[in-house]
């Protein structure tokens, strides 16, 4: 029985630590705004497999499209089409590097996600 235990326990905890996303403090947030600088924080870092999400709390419709989907020859990592007013964007997690995005309605809405191999620092836990 208390074998039976642990080994719940062990798929528990194997499960909490790769899917962060349950715990949804672990998440990095981003919000959208009408004004410069568009997406707060600009620069938001993020450790790799943690989730992002952006929310839209303007009355304007945007996106949150990756570089590389608006560029030949490169990979499209992530893309929320139309994200309406109210609404938002969750990405589940992506390996470390640096993502430049941009609004696809805005141009001049530009931000930059870091994701680091490093776990998330001890005050975010
Ligand atoms: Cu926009």
Redesign the pocket.
């Known amino acids: 029985m208390n074998r039976l235990f642990i080994m719940s326990l062990a798929v528990w905890v194997g499960t909490a630590v790769s899917w962060p996303a349950t715990g949804a403090s672990l998440s990095t947030q981003i919000l959208?705004e009408d004004g410069s600088p568009?997406y707060v924080p600009v620069t938001a870092t993020v450790a790799s497999g943690h989730p992002v999400r952006w929310d839209n709390p303007t009355p304007?419709?945007?996106?949150v499209t990756h570089v590389g989907c608006l560029e030949e020859g490169t990979a499209c990592l992530f893309d929320s089409g139309t994200v309406p007013p109210g609404s938002q964007f969750t990405i589940p997690g992506l390996p470390a590097g640096r993502y430049a995005y941009h609004?696809?309605?805005?141009p001049i809405?530009r931000g930059m996600l870091v994701v680091t191999d490093s776990p998330p620092a001890p005050s975010q836990l």
């Open positions: 959208m568009y304007t419709h945007h996106t609004c696809r309605i805005h809405m």
